[in-house]
């Protein structure tokens, strides 16, 4: 039972990413998903999140009309597109799954967790 997160780099501000997370071993196609990042020394923090079905998705205010999320449910794969990223993205990206219920935008509503992919965006 794992999340495996790849597609981090290094980039410049203005660039784009495409970050994927693909699951095994759990029941993904039933349940929400979503995406955190953690930047040094700070807590981590809601970025996406998207229901089982990829209907209504949520956002952070700081990504929203930037970042997309979006799920393949046949490949056990969500993915998280990153557009017109800034220096202030940059961060240890995590993606979480097992919806546990309360809010999508609480790290203590996921029972699964990957083990993260950095994002470096240079001014």
């Known amino acids: 039972e794992q999340l495996v997160e790849s597609g981090g780099g290094l980039v410049q501000a203005g660039d784009s990413l495409r970050l994927s997370c693909v699951a095994s071993g759990l029941t993904f196609s039933s349940s929400a998903a979503g995406w955190f990042r953690q930047a040094t020394g700070k807590e981590r923090e809601f970025v996406a999140a998207i229901p089982w079905n990829g209907g209504t998705t949520n956002y952070a205010g700081s990504v929203k009309g930037r970042f997309t999320i979006s799920r393949d449910n046949v490949r056990n794969t969500v993915y998280l597109q990153m557009n017109s990223l800034k220096p202030e993205d940059t961060a240890v990206y995590y993606c979480?799954?097992?919806?546990?219920?309360?809010?999508?935008?609480?790290?203590?509503?996921?029972?699964?967790w990957g083990q993260g992919t950095l994002v470096t965006v240079s001014s």
């Open positions: 979480a799954a097992q919806f546990l219920g309360s809010g999508v935008g609480s790290p203590t509503s996921y029972g699964y």
